[in-house]
C-alpha cells in the first residue's frame, strides 16, 4: 500500500494563507484533500488526477483554495488563501492507487488516507 504524510498545518490568522503537502511512497492516481471539523463529519475540498489537468473543489473554497501534484516528487499541494476561521478543520490527504471513475467527491473510492494536519484560523 501507499503511504501519505501530510504537513504544512499550523496556526494563521484570519485573511493569512498556509500551504499544505502530501506526500506519497509509491504511485498514486486521483489524489484529494478532505477535511473535519469537531463535531462534523468529513468533507470534500479538493481533488486532482493523475496527470492534474483536472481539478475539482467545493464550492465554499473556490477562488481561495487551488489543487496541484508534482509526480516527479509523488507530491500533492494545497496553497490556502484568505483564509476564515470556518475553514479551521483537521485536514486529511486521500489518494487512489488504480484508476476509477467513481465520483472524486465520495471518500469512499479512497485507498490510502495520511494521518490528518491540523489547520487552525483565528479571527
Known amino acids: 500500500q501507499v503511504q501519505l504524510v501530510e504537513s504544512g498545518g499550523g496556526l494563521v490568522q484570519a485573511g493569512g494563507s498556509l500551504r499544505l503537502s502530501c506526500a506519497a511512497s509509491?504511485?498514486?492516481?486521483?489524489m484529494a484533500w478532505f477535511r473535519q471539523a469537531p463535531g462534523k463529519e468529513r468533507e470534500f475540498v479538493a481533488a486532482?488526477?493523475?496527470?492534474?489537468?483536472?481539478?475539482y473543489s467545493t464550492d465554499s473554497v473556490k477562488g481561495r483554495f487551488t489543487i496541484s501534484r508534482d509526480n516527479a516528487k509523488n507530491t500533492m499541494y494545497l496553497r490556502m488563501n484568505s483564509l476564515k476561521p470556518e475553514d479551521t478543520a483537521v485536514y486529511f490527504c486521500?489518494?487512489?492507487?488504480?484508476?476509477?471513475?467513481?465520483?472524486?467527491?465520495?471518500?469512499?473510492?479512497?485507498?490510502?488516507w495520511g494521518q490528518g494536519t491540523q489547520v487552525t484560523v483565528s479571527s
Open positions: 486532482i488526477r493523475l496527470s492534474g489537468t483536472s481539478t
Open positions: 486521500a489518494a487512489t492507487l488504480s484508476s476509477t471513475t467513481y465520483n472524486h467527491r465520495d471518500k469512499d473510492i479512497y485507498d490510502s
Open positions: 509509491g504511485r498514486t492516481f486521483t
